[in-house]
């Protein structure tokens, strides 16, 4: 009876957690203990929030690396970082950005981005420093090297054919 009190509290702190934001098994086991409840006392709680379907990497992990890939644009790489730092497994992260992909390739993600710092200034007309640092931001948000650069030149040679026409 004297654990009863532990456990709702624990069970509480859990459901506060999970009604903010989703989170994976790891962050709230972390959580939980950060707070100051008891390895057993934790796995119990973690298990209930299971068993309620308010606690599943599964699902966390492909709406976390959708929200990254359509919502933040970010690349594969970034994705599977973040998931990595949040506990979810290789093979569910890649499942999982695998599946946000079907909605937007990185290939498409760049090109957003890229299409939001064109609005500023042609990149044609960017000199080496504002490439660079164009180039330096897509590789912080997870893309590869090689991609960025056939995107940032094929953006670069679409607008000088686009003045052509004119």
């Avoid at 796995?43 to 709406?63: H, M, P, S, T």
């Avoid at 990595?84 to 993600?109: D, F, N, P, V, W």
């Amino acid at each position: 009876m004297r654990g009863e009190p532990s456990r709702k509290r624990a069970e509480e702190r859990a459901y506060r957690i999970l009604a903010r934001r989703a989170h994976s098994e790891r962050e709230l086991r972390e959580k939980l203990k950060a707070g100051g409840f008891s390895e057993p006392l934790v796995n119990e709680v973690i298990e209930k929030c299971g068993e309620l379907g308010y606690l599943n990497d599964e699902n966390f992990a492909r709406q976390r690396a959708r929200d990254l890939a359509v919502n933040r644009l970010a690349g594969d790489r970034r994705i599977a970082f973040d998931l990595r730092e949040r506990g979810i497994s290789e093979e569910l992260s890649r499942q999982a950005i695998e599946e946000a992909r079907a909605e937007i390739s990185e290939k498409e993600a760049i090109d957003r981005i890229i299409g939001r710092a064109a609005e500023d200034e042609a990149i044609a007309g960017m000199d080496d420093r504002e490439r660079t640092r164009l180039a330096r931001r897509l590789l912080g948000k997870g893309f590869p090297t090689g991609l960025i650069l056939r995107r940032l030149k094929k953006a670069g040679e679409e607008e000088v054919h686009d003045d052509d026409g004119e």
